[in-house]
């Protein structure tokens, strides 16, 4: 029974790429989150998802980022025209219907040179 | 806006200790709190979760106990062992937040000496 599968682990762009992550839930859940680890900061939550709708993106910034959870597929979170600041390990986690154990991937890995 | 705070940042012990983790939250409406544990350069690993009407779980040598009206919950690690040399981490998921929201503290990191 895999668990929630993120890739790629490590992911190095320069500034104004974009970077590309994406997460597969464990199987049988259908509700996705997404969270992100600055350095020396705690983990903060970025947007809640269930197959094609985005349920809370509160934690999201306004500009640059976007994440999609498509019918067929895994979840993706996009950074557009990445800068400096946006260095840091991105989790992704999943839960069933309920919501109240949440399993959380080995993250993704980004760095902008 | 609930604020998760985690006491001490860093923590070294012996093996063999016994020793106790402090997480402290600012609001009291909280739906359950969680605890996890996090190696270097890995995911989450749940330990254990306390809802919100429980005073405490126990799973091996963890135990973790919420005490809602004072904003504080406790790991207790037992009989530590090197193993345990890990970056532990309090979430709360409030009742104001959607699910999945959780409030996480910046984590304290131990470290158990052979």
Redesign the interface.
């Known amino acids: 029974n895999a668990g929630?599968m993120?890739n790629p682990r490590h992911l190095v762009r320069r500034r104004g790429q974009e970077a590309r992550l994406r997460c597969s839930p464990m199987k049988g859940h259908s509700?996705v989150?997404w969270?992100r680890q600055l350095p020396?900061?705690?983990?903060?939550?970025m947007v809640?998802l269930q197959k094609e709708n985005i349920?809370?993106e509160?934690?999201m910034p306004k500009e640059r980022f976007s994440a999609e959870f498509p019918k067929e597929g895994p979840s993706i979170l996009r950074i557009q025209q990445v800068v400096r600041g946006d260095s840091a390990a991105y989790?992704c986690?999943s839960?069933g219907t309920?919501?109240?154990?949440?399993?959380?991937?080995?993250?993704s890995?980004l760095t902008v040179v | 806006k609930q604020e998760v705070t985690q006491i001490p940042a860093a923590l070294s012990v012996p093996e063999g200790e016994n020793l106790v983790l402090n997480c402290s939250f600012t609001d009291s409406a909280i739906y359950n709190l969680q605890w996890f544990r996090q190696d270097p350069g890995k995911g989450l690993t749940s330990l254990l979760l306390i809802q919100s009407s429980q005073r405490e779980q126990t799973s091996g040598r963890l135990n973790a106990s919420l005490d809602k009206s004072s904003g504080r919950s406790t790991l207790y690690i037992a009989a530590s062992q090197p193993g345990d040399s890990a970056t532990y981490l309090c979430a709360a998921m409030d009742y104001g937040g959607s699910q999945g929201n959780l409030i996480f503290g910046k984590g304290t990191k131990l470290s158990v000496k052979p």
């Not at chain 1, 020396?40 to 939550?45: A, C, I, S």
């Not at chain 1, 309920?98 to 993250?107: K, V």
């Open positions: 929630v993120q509700h989150y969270y020396e900061e705690g983990l903060k939550f809640y349920i809370d509160s934690g989790f986690a839960s309920s919501g109240n154990t949440i399993y959380f991937g080995e993250g890995w």
